[in-house]
């Protein structure tokens, strides 16, 4: 095996289970969705009140980033996913066996305060297990990861609705997430690496190197204008022990000795003045949040009249919308990747991360354009193709926005990228729930040609952000750089 295959099965054994529970988290609960027509019968509730099983969610799923994340810096990331991957699995029996649409929507709530605890961590741990040119890549997979709960949850969710009832959508989340956390609890190793500080190398060390070959290949920025220490001479220089399997799956780690939990919990705060991390969070609340409403909305308007559809048949419109979050993740990941190294080769080498927001361009094209054919779709009560073209186009947005923005945060803020993207998974959720609070009441007095025709509008300029990004980019973030603002 070499080196390269065996740094991408370790790097794999953490994040496989890591995508898989946060697929769960969404595939739990957002992928209930095609049953909101008929449980809004079943409780006597109207389509606003039956919106709440996914709205206040998304809310917790925000919030509950800021209390996972520093806690799992401080004690470790393993004891918390443990927990985690448990307390998820025993909400969804809870949801199965839920007499009341209360205790239904508290264990969705409930699991999104379990779901929460990856949204942010995930996007860390891509940082940490994976070099510059590999991000995008990485990243496009773990967006898929969130956003496939929310497409095929319902696409599943629609035929197991009408054969066996909506209960057996949330027994089958348990078995998955049960399978997950026995894998979690056996198999995936702390992450979370405290370096002693003998282990670090000297600059002069790494100057001594003299020929080509012992430098090794070297990721540049301009912004840095350093070199990264070649791994030949990291694996000489460093003796790692090895540790046993009982060790790698303990549940206590230590705890850091040069900061508080305190501190770790307000930490990311000052980096909102970043106008990287300001563009990223808004970008992807508003791409999630157009998707999302679109989720809450087409059960009660294709099992309704004139087009009277069963929910295995209103499920089906999850397959272009899957379509499109994989469309999303291969243009901002390995397209993005692909284009940013071309424009590194004609740039001397130096990579530049404001290249990663030239590809914006396809979720500006596309997003508003499905917002505008679902909305008309819709109420001129057209063609099922429209409603499903229009929500294929906007679902590019879920992958494609985040994966090209929280990339370009960590590229821009290596150091700080862990704070900066839990900054914007948590700020995203709160942005996108304060849309899709109002979406229904919205709907009921605009009408759906003027709310989705605004909706494309709120994205297409958030996503015009890019420009100046694009153009002072550089400058901005020499300039953020000297900024004192790291607690």
Not at 249 to 257: A, D, F, K, Q, R
Not at 419 to 436: P, Q
Request: charged residues 10%; aromatic residues 14%.
């Amino acid at each position: 095996m070499t080196r390269s295959a065996g740094r991408a099965g370790r790097n794999t054994l953490p994040s496989a289970p890591l995508c898989t529970f946060t697929f769960l988290a969404n595939y739990g609960i957002g992928g209930l969705s095609p049953a909101f027509y008929g449980l809004s019968i079943e409780f006597h509730k109207t389509q606003s009140e039956t919106s709440a099983l996914l709205l206040w969610p998304i809310l917790v799923l925000g919030l509950f980033n800021f209390f996972w994340v520093p806690v799992a810096n401080y004690f470790g990331k393993r004891p918390v996913f443990v927990f985690a991957s448990l307390l998820l699995c025993v909400c969804y029996i809870w949801g199965a066996c839920a007499q009341s649409f209360e205790s239904l929507l508290w264990s969705n709530i409930v699991a999104a305060f379990a779901g929460s605890s990856t949204e942010a961590l995930g996007a860390a741990i891509v940082s940490d297990l994976y070099f510059l040119h590999e991000r995008g890549a990485k990243m496009g997979i773990y967006m898929n990861a969130i956003s496939g709960g929310n497409t095929v949850g319902p696409l599943i969710c629609g035929f197991v609705v009408q054969s066996i009832g909506w209960r057996w959508h949330k027994w089958i989340s348990v078995i998955f997430t049960a399978v997950n956390f026995f894998v979690v609890a056996f198999f995936c190793p702390e992450t979370r690496y405290d370096r002693d500080s003998a282990q670090n190398l000297t600059t002069s060390s790494v100057m001594s190197l003299s020929s080509d070959e012992e430098q090794g290949v070297v990721e540049k920025t301009a912004s840095q204008g350093a070199k990264e220490v070649p791994s030949s001479l990291a694996s000489q220089a460093i003796t790692v022990p090895k540790k046993t399997w009982r060790q790698e799956i303990s549940l206590w780690s230590g705890t850091p000795t040069d900061t508080s939990l305190v501190k770790l919990l307000i930490r990311p705060f000052p980096l909102l003045v970043y106008p990287a991390v300001i563009f990223a969070f808004l970008g992807y609340a508003v791409a999630l949040a157009w998707v999302v409403a679109i989720n809450i909305l087409n059960s009660f308007v294709l099992q309704a009249p004139p087009y009277n559809w069963g929910p295995s048949i209103n499920g089906l419109i999850n397959i272009p919308g899957l379509l499109g979050n994989i469309f999303g993740a291969f243009a901002g990941g390995w397209l993005v990747d692909g284009y940013s190294d071309w424009r590194a080769k004609r740039n001397g080498g130096v990579f530049q991360p404001e290249t990663r927001l030239t590809l914006l361009i396809i979720p500006t094209l596309l997003v508003p354009a499905g917002c505008l054919v679902f909305g008309y779709g819709v109420q001129q009560t057209l063609n099922w193709t429209s409603l499903f073209f229009g929500y294929g186009m906007v679902a590019v947005g879920l992958t494609a926005v985040p994966t090209i923005t929280m990339t370009y945060v960590s590229d821009c803020y290596l150091p700080v990228a862990p704070d900066a993207l839990l900054l914007v998974n948590g700020l995203k959720n709160i942005v996108a729930f304060g849309f899709l609070y109002g979406v229904v009441p919205w709907i009921t007095k605009s009408g759906y040609v003027n709310t989705f025709g605004t909706q494309a509008g709120v994205f297409v300029a958030i996503m015009a952000l890019a420009i100046p990004l694009a153009i002072f980019g550089e400058r901005i973030r020499h300039k953020t750089g000297q900024w004192r603002i790291i607690l």
